[in-house]
């Protein structure tokens, strides 16, 4: 009778074992190359190192299945996520216009935002947009394309905070909370509160969101929230107290990748846990996530403040000067803040019919001041992620595959 007992208990251990990302596989790769990665292998706990990678193996009927590696992977370790909030805010967006159900609202209905309350800052017009009008698609547009700051604040204004952590607990993505705008000095009250917004069609106003307040707390215990030795306050006033990070957005590593698997490849979900989007907006967000800035004509991106790599961290190092291969596309959300750059990425080569996801962070503020703009980005940070993308690629391209994956659906005419 014991032994019953146990076993539906080994069971469902087994399946959460298997379930479990492999924790050697990353570290030996690592370390085989540790030319590329020797400083991080020295100070991996220094610059806070999270990876994880997955494997796509498609069946008989193209469907993708997901063996994943990881390396000093911990949701209770604290990062900051900086611009990889935008994604599920700019899915979300598209959600709730569909699920409002408005006879003439869509994500190309003219926008506009306005304040009612103190910090909060009017929007008429977009010189970005063929018809120099805001709308939700040219700001999704924006943000996919070079990560802008005050699109995602519109987008995140429209949705409101308390929508959007409803929707991130809908979709299971409880270790995540998004509670604020970005570079704004968004906190407290200002946060809580999101303006008014008014969409037109032709002329004609089809639909008001009002000022909305959420009273909601979303607290969350991590680990390394209070950091370093000192920071520059609103003034630029060198504060010598650890910075305080307990108020701000947490989107861990882990659900940065089920967020993106679910929307690449919604195909290897239940319908119920997809994201509520139609075929036409999948299109859309998989075209500008895998565009260069350079590309776009609405809005236009030109050298030599934006080039192709711009936004390309993982197997382009964010290199202006970077050779760009005419087989590989990124669709991928970059986050770049506080000395943390993050990229959460899944890699196409057409014409050696290869992906995979690769998702990592890493930190380098070697004065411990936070505010001070002087962080290692260019020395530390996207080598690290450039050398990390162009090692699992040069893997990939070995690995035997028993079902060339069809990847017709990403491909597009820029």
Known sequence: MRKLLLLPFMLFAAVCMAQRPDTVFLENMLKSNSGLFEHILKHPTHNEVQILYTQIDRDEHNIPHFKSYSYRLNPKHYFYPASTVKLPTAIFALEKLKELGVKGLSRNSVMITDSAAEKQTRVTTDSTAKNGKPSIEQYIKKILLVSDNDAYNRLYEFVGRAEINSKLKKYGFNNTRIIGRLAVGDGGES??????????????LVYTKPQQYDSNNYPMQLENMIQGKGYLDAKDRLVMKPFDFSDKNVYPLQDQ???????????AFPEAERFNLTPDEYKFIYKYMSMFPTESDYPKYQRPEYYPAYCKFIFYGADSTASISPDIRIFNKVGDSYGYDIDNAYVVDFKNKVEFILTAVVQSNEDGIYNDNKYEYDTVCLPFLKNLGKVIYEYELKRPRQHKPNLAKFKFKY
Do not use: I
């Open 191 to 204: 946060a809580r509160t999101t303006n008014p917004v008014k969409f037109y069609d032709d002329g004609k």
């Open 257 to 267: 990748q089920a967020v993106l698997k679910r929307l690449l490849l919604p195909e």
